[in-house]
């Protein structure tokens, strides 16, 4: 997997708003989609994951939505929480997970 | 916990030095795999090992070599360091094939002075 090193964009959100972070992706033909959550000085975490037969899962207060047409992956996160702060990674996966990419990340601020 | 142990932590040198990373994968993991992070910069792919072999190279610069060893942990040599190799390096593993999450280690924070 390989991703583009860039400026992280950041979201700014009040405490106990929800969150949408989006992503893009490049490949039509990725079967297999990952949000990681990384927190500072940590590695990425595993936060939820889609199959692309599917447009929607939820988990604890997670969302991922997945718009195969236009290629784009959100994921909400309801009543946000300090502990939620972090960057968030999306990834995109292909060919049996033999081709795993990263999208440039985006840095989640919670306003108290 | 991941289950994915990296050690050193944190990693002081200098220019011009050779140091090496160690990474042991979960339990049963047999895929392992090299990230490098800057600050606030993604996660840039360095290497792939599958089973002790070699499966997929990123932007892995000739400097930097690694290996996978018969007990699948792994080793990220990183030679002639320089500033910019300053970096966070991940290791991350995988079951592969049926499940393709990867699980990544906490880092080693390189610092090249």
């Known amino acids: 997997g390989e991703s583009v090193g860039l400026h992280l964009p950041t979201l700014s959100v009040q405490e106990g708003d929800n969150s949408i972070i989006n992503c893009a992706y490049s490949n039509s033909a990725s079967d297999y989609f990952i949000w990681y959550k990384q927190e500072s000085g940590k590695g990425p975490q595993f936060i939820i994951d889609i199959r692309s037969n599917m447009d929607k899962r939820q988990g604890q207060r997670v969302t991922v939505l997945l718009n195969k047409t236009v290629k784009h992956l959100s994921l909400q996160i309801a009543a946000t929480q300090p502990g939620d702060s972090a960057v968030y990674f999306c990834?995109?996966?292909?060919?049996?997970?033999?081709?795993?990419?990263f999208g440039p990340g985006t840095r989640l601020s919670v306003l108290p | 916990d991941s289950g994915v142990t990296q050690t050193p932590k944190h990693l002081i040198t200098a220019t011009g030095q050779r140091v090496t990373l160690r990474c042991s994968p979960r339990s049963g993991d047999l895929s392992v795999y090299w990230y490098q992070q800057s600050l606030d910069q993604g996660l840039q792919f360095l290497i792939q090992y599958y089973n002790g072999e070699e499966r997929a190279k990123g932007n892995i610069l000739e400097r930097f070599s690694a290996q996978q060893f018969p007990d699948l942990h792994s080793e990220l040599n990183l030679s002639s360091l320089e500033l910019g190799d300053s970096a966070l390096y991940f290791c991350?593993?995988?079951?592969?094939?049926?499940?393709?999450?990867?699980?990544f280690g906490s880092g080693t924070q390189l610092s090249v002075l």
């Open positions: 990834a995109e996966i292909s060919d049996y997970g033999q081709n795993f990419v």
């Open positions: 991350a593993s995988s079951a592969d094939r049926g499940d393709e999450k990867l699980f």
